[in-house]
C-alpha cells in the first residue's frame, strides 16, 4: 500500500504541534497524552502506525488492547464499509438481523459455560454499568465489592467500582463499594499476596455478605499494571461469592477475545463468571460494547431498557468480522505462542537489566515494572523509555498504578521477527538509560 503522505500532500495534515494547540483550546483539561513529542499519528495498516512525516512505527499497544485483529483489517473493514453503504442504524425497536446473528454467534462457542444472552451497548464503561445494573436486579442487593487498583469504567458506578486514584475523578462517589487488596503487593509473594486478598474478602463476606450484589474484576488488570493472579485464585474467589449468593462479573473488556491465549481470561483459571462485560477488541476499533449472562440471570432484567446504538448494524456485522478473522487465523493460539515468546524474552531482559523490577502477564497481555531509586524516579524512566522507543519507531504502552509499567499488548496478528525487533530494541534502549540516565 502507498504512503498516504504521498498521495494526498503532506500539507494534508497539520502536524502534531498544531494537534497539541487545539487540544489545548478546546479539549477538556483533563485529556492527557503520552509523549514529550508525540507524533501525528495518520494512518494505520495491520501492526504498523504511521505519522504525518511518513515515519512508521510498530504499534505495541493496539489502542489500549483494542485493535487485535490489526489497524484497518482490511477482511473486516471490507464488511464495515458493505453494511455502512446497506443500512447504518434503525435501533433495536425494528428488526435487523446482524445484531441477533451476533449474539447467537456470542452464545455458540465463544461464551463460557451457561451464558448465552447479550445485552449490546456502546462502550466498556457502559457494559460494566449494564452488568452492575443487572447485578442488583438478579440479587436484589445494592452494593459491591472491588479490587484495589481495578479499573472499571467513566459511568457512576463503574468509578465507584474503579480503585486506581487518579481514575475516580468524582469527589460524590458511591460508598456502597467495599474495596479489598488485589491479589498483589510488590512485598510480599504473589501467593502470600492472594492469600491476604482472599482473607480480606473472607472478612468483608462475613460481616455484609447478604447486601453485596457482586464482586467485579479484571482477571489480570490491566491499568492497574498487568496484575497476574495466581491460578487458583479466582476459583477460590468464586466458591467464597457462591455462599454468599453473591455474583461475579468479570470485566474482560481488556482481556477478551484471545488476548491473553484463551478466548476469554477466565478461562485460565477454570472459572465461569455469572456476567461478563467486553468492549474494546470485539469491534477491533469499531465501538462496541456488550454483557452476556445466563437465561436465570437475564430474565431479572424485564423493565424496558434499550441502547440507541447498541446492536446498530455497523458494529454488529464488524464483530462478526472479528470473530471470524480471530477463528480463522487462529488469533487465540497465536496471543499463547507469540505472546509466550515475548514474555520469555522480557523475563531474559529482566536478567539483565537491573531496571526491571518485575515482569507479569499471560499471552500477548504482558508488562514490565521499571524501578529506579523512588516512585517519582520509576515514572520518569518509563516515560524516558517510552519515548526513546517511539524515536526508534516502537509504540509501547503504560500503565500501573505508579504509571511505571511498560505495558505490551500488540495486535495479536504481531509476527514473531517483530516481537523479537522490539526486545533488541528496548535492550538497547534500557542500556542507553543506565549508562545516561533519563
Ligand atoms: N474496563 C477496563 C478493564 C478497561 O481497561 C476500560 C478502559 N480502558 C474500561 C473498562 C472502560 O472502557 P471504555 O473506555 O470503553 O468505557
Redesign the pocket.
Known sequence: MSNLNQEHGKEAYIGPEAVLEKRKHYFFPCTHHFYKKPPQIVRGEMQYLYDDEGNKYVDFFAG?SVVACGHCNEQITAKTIEQLQTLQHTTTIYLTQPMVDLAERLANGILPGKLKRTFFCN????A?EGAMLLARLYTKRRDFIALEHG????TYL?MGVTGIPMWRSDDYLDTGVTFIPRPYDPELDDEVAARHSLEALREVLAAKGDTIAAMIV?PIQ??GGMITPPDWYFREVKMLLERYGVLLIA?E??TGFGRTGKMFAMDHYGVVPDIISM??ALGNGVPI?AFATTDEIAASFNRPSASTFGGNPVSAVTALAVLDYIENEGLVERAEMVGGRLLNGLRVLQEKHSLIADVRGKGFMCGAELRGTDAQESAALTDAVLEKMKDRGYIIGKNGTGRNVLAFQPPIIMPSEDVNAMLNTLDDVLTAIEAEGC
Open positions: 489500549v462502550s466498556g464503561s457502559e460494566n479499573l472499571h469504567g467513566r463503574t479484571e490491566g491499568n470485566d473488556i481488556q468492549a474494546k460494547g
